[in-house]
Every structure is written in C-alpha cells, then in structure tokens.
C-alpha cells in the first residue's frame, strides 16, 4: 500500500496562474481532506469530502477549489494564485465518521512569487 | 471546538521519558483527547487517543486527568528520532475535523 500520496511534490506559481494538487489514497477511505500549513503554524482545515461526489468547507476555503469524482482522488484547484497561498498543503484520509486516525500524505509544497 | 493550550518546546535527554502536556479546560463530555506528531516537515502521525480512561500503545501513552481539563502524553524512552513538533487536538465524537493548535517542539537530544 502506498498510503497517500500527493502530486506535485513542490511547484513554483506566478501570481494569477492556476494548478490543481492531486492527493490519491488507496486504502479505500470515505473521507478525505485537504489542509494548509504556514511556517510556525498548525494545520488549516481547507476543504473535505466524505464521499465520492461530495465536498464541504473547511476553515480557510477562500481562493480554492476542490473536487472528488473518484472515491480514491482527491483535488485541490487554485484558479487565480496569490503570494498568500504560498504554503504547505497536506492531504490526508480517513474511513469515515468517528474513525481513529487521519492518514496524512508528504505534502506539496507551493510558492506564489 | 474546545481549545488546547500547549508550551511551545521542550527539551529531553535520550532514554529519558518525555512528559508533554496539554490544557483544555473547556473540554466537554462528547470530546476525544487527540495527540499527532509532525517529525520536520513530513505529514502529521497519528498518536493516540483518549476520552477519559488513561490509554497506552505502542508508541505512547496518555494520562487524562479526572476533570478531563488537561492531559499528558509520555513517551517512555525518548529516541532521536521522536524530535518532532507535537500536537494536541480536541475532537468532538461525530466529526473528523482536527484542529491543529502549534503545538510543542520536543528536543530530544543525547
């Protein structure tokens, strides 16, 4: 099992350009999520799913999109990049409602200039 | 969410335990005790986990106290490589979102 895995492992964006992370998961989990981390700070809820088709906001949502049309595939969409996305960005799964763990991917990392 | 307050470092000798504590005085009776860790920049690895009964695992074990208002997280024989950033988390029972606090960076050194 590969676990979670993200892709790309680090991009370099100019302002205004867009890019979609992919997070991928094969351990057949209902819920997956993707978080920011800033240097010196916790992690960030951005957005969730907990399920194929489905997806919530988490806490910072504002500048992104995502989308999960496979149960294994998780996207996170920038369509206009700002130097403040400029971030770690983690994605992690889980099987469902009152599980024990997130399992969390190695993480992209992002540059805005 | 409840909220968790944590020192911000610590240090500790190898083959020493490593006793990292953790307030959350406004807990309520539905919320889980969550503890990962982040070794330098590598995703969050999940701990263990706790309600009210003192819990152990391979890895760890977790002392809540009777008021469930703070908690601590030893680690019996601290290793070099258990120098990490350790978090603290309040779940509630029927969600999945995890709010990460800065948590403390242990230090362990030789």
């Known amino acids: 099992n590969a676990g979670v895995t993200q892709t790309p492992k680090f991009r370099v964006l100019k302002t205004g350009q867009s890019m979609t992370l992919l997070c991928a998961q094969d351990?057949?989990?209902?819920?997956m999520y993707w978080y920011r981390q800033d240097p010196g700070m916790g992690l960030r809820l951005i957005h969730y799913s907990v399920g194929e088709g489905t997806t919530a906001k988490g806490e910072v949502p504002d500048g992104y999109n995502v989308s999960r049309l496979k149960k294994q595939n998780f996207l996170l969409g920038l369509e206009s990049a700002a130097p403040s996305q400029t971030s770690v960005y983690f994605c992690a799964s889980s099987y469902g409602a009152g599980a024990k763990t997130q399992y969390f991917g190695p993480g992209t990392r992002l540059l805005v200039l | 969410d409840a909220k968790t307050t944590q020192p911000p470092s610590m240090d500790c000798a190898e083959g020493r335990a490593a006793n990292l504590p953790c307030n959350h005085s406004t807990i309520s009776g539905n919320e889980y005790v969550y503890w990962y860790r982040q070794i330098h920049s590598q995703g969050p690895q999940y701990i263990i986990h706790?309600?009210?009964n003192n819990e152990t695992n391979e890895m760890a074990s977790l002392i809540i106290t009777e008021d469930r208002k703070s908690s601590t997280l030893i680690l019996p024989h601290a290793t070099l490589r258990d120098t990490a950033v350790y978090y603290c988390i309040v779940r509630h029972y029927n969600t999945d979102k995890l709010i990460f606090g800065t948590g403390t960076r242990l230090q362990v050194f030789p």
């Open positions: 351990m057949n989990h209902e819920y």
């Open positions: 706790g309600l009210k």
